[in-house]
């Protein structure tokens, strides 16, 4: 007999792990951005003296804008803590390989 | 002033890693009596991810530049190339998963398994994260070394 799955974590909670787990994956696919395109990476520089902080920067915004952007929608209010879990292991698991096979690559 | 930041970076990321196994630990046997405890294990966890980050950038920023140079003309180049550049954007895996954590253990750890599970993943994750984050500075300043080691050969031959 299948069980529907409940709502069982706070709307907070489903909102900043979604938005860690786009942050995340972002975060690979802008470093891969940022190391092909040369006048991105001057650009971060410019911005506060080292791309790496401006990258730190624009992580961080990013999570807390989407966790607040997030915090009142519907998916935000139905997600599960099993399904919070598979997309955050998802999202390390592919922002890493992606980030380690990059610069083992290039 | 450079070689205590350089020490205090990795000690504050080795400390955000123990109190993440804490998170684990006492999220496997949570009740009402210990949940105060998780909540702030979690802040420690935030906290002492964000001193990585601010002393770790810092040194990066200020004074990494001689240790690439001399890493890159050393025996381990692949020390700066594959292990510097993964492990500079790596780092900010842990960093949100650690920002996160406080905001997770708000739910009601107590009689919730599926909030229970999301503290004990992204703990996991950070442990994982922080352990290969740890692993790699290792080798990096291993690169230096052998870059010495080998400088300084030439040098008597």
Redesign the interface.
């Known amino acids: 007999m299948s069980q529907t799955q409940t709502h069982d974590i706070a709307n907070s909670t489903a909102a900043f792990g979604m938005a860690a787990a786009i942050t995340i994956v972002f975060n690979t696919v802008f470093a891969w951005v940022k190391d092909s395109y040369e006048p991105l990476n001057a650009a971060m520089k410019a911005a506060m003296g080292h791309h790496w902080i401006t990258h730190g920067v624009v992580d961080v915004a990013l999570f807390i804008a989407l966790g607040l952007i997030l915090s009142n929608s519907a998916k935000a209010k139905s997600m599960t803590g099993t399904a919070l879990v598979k997309l955050l292991v998802i999202a390390v698991v592919i922002a890493s390989g992606g980030l380690a096979g990059w610069f083992f690559l290039v | 002033m450079s070689n205590i930041i350089l020490m205090a970076h990795p000690t504050f990321g080795v400390l955000a890693i123990l109190c993440s196994v804490w998170v684990l630990a006492e999220t496997l046997n949570i009740s009402a009596g210990n949940v105060s405890r998780v909540r702030l294990a979690c802040l420690l966890v935030s906290i002492f991810i964000g001193l990585t980050?601010i002393l770790g950038?810092y040194w990066?920023?200020t004074y990494y530049a001689v240790e690439k140079a001399i890493i890159l003309k050393g025996p381990w180049p692949f020390a700066h190339?594959?292990f510097m550049?993964?492990k500079?954007?790596?780092f900010?895996?842990p960093?949100?998963?650690a920002?996160?954590l406080p905001?997770?253990a708000?739910?009601?750890l107590v009689s919730?398994?599926?909030?229970?599970?999301?503290v004990m993943?992204?703990a996991a994750?950070i442990i994982l994260?922080g352990l290969?984050i740890e692993g790699a500075g290792a080798t990096i300043n291993l690169g230096v070394k052998v870059a010495l080691i080998d400088t300084s050969h030439k040098q008597a031959e």
Not at chain 2, 112 to 118: D, F, L, P, T, Y
């Open positions: 980050w950038g990066y920023v190339d594959f550049e993964t500079e954007h790596l900010f895996i960093l949100i998963l920002f996160f905001i997770a708000k739910s009601d919730s398994k599926g909030a229970r599970n999301v993943a992204t994750l994260c290969a």
